[in-house]
């Protein structure tokens, strides 16, 4: 009988050390497919970003960044020619650097919307200049942290 329970432990043993170890294969096996995916994609990206740099195929940020710059650069051209005509110059437009939460930011006064958001008041400030040189005629209020007004810039 001790014999025989010394097996059956044995056995008892043996199965659920088999239980795990299949347990952890098939766990083993399910991953692989998608590490595959993952590295096929990852080569698949590389190899197409490559090709569109050796190609000079500007990126995404590339294309957004000289988007957003020819815009601002045709509301200047528009600003200038209405003045050069002789006609009404479009009013100023006004421009804050504002706190929010712990960071900075620019935001056009008319529109509420933000245009910069920054780290620090130092960083807003720099590009809120930026901003009304680019915008003229303009203007720059940089507010304190309690919203009173420290500065004011007039860009014409």
């Given amino acids: 009988n001790r ?7 044995r056995g008892t043993r043996l199965q659920e050390e088999g239980g795990k170890r299949f347990g952890e ?3 083993d096996l399910s991953e692989r497919p998608k590490e595959m995916a993952e590295a096929v994609e990852h080569t698949v990206e590389r190899a ?7 190609l000079n195929v500007p990126t995404r940020h590339e294309v957004e960044r000289l988007t957003q710059r020819v815009e601002r650069l045709t509301e200047q051209v ?4 209405s ?6 110059g479009p009013t100023a437009t ?3 650097v504002v706190p929010i939460g712990d960071s900075w930011c620019v935001r056009d006064l008319a529109t509420g919307e933000i245009l910069v958001e920054a780290g620090t008041k130092a960083q807003a400030v720099r590009s809120g200049r930026e901003r009304a040189h680019e915008l003229i005629p303009s203007e720059l209020r940089i507010l304190k942290q309690d919203g009173s007004v420290q500065d004011t810039s007039h860009y014409a």
């Fill in 3 to 9: 014999v025989f329970r010394g097996l059956v432990d």
């Fill in 25 to 27: 294969a098939v766990k």
């Fill in 48 to 54: 197409v970003g490559t090709a569109l740099n050796r």
């Fill in 78 to 81: 528009e600003r200038l020619a």
């Fill in 83 to 88: 003045r050069l005509a002789g006609g009404e």
């Fill in 94 to 96: 006004v421009l804050e």
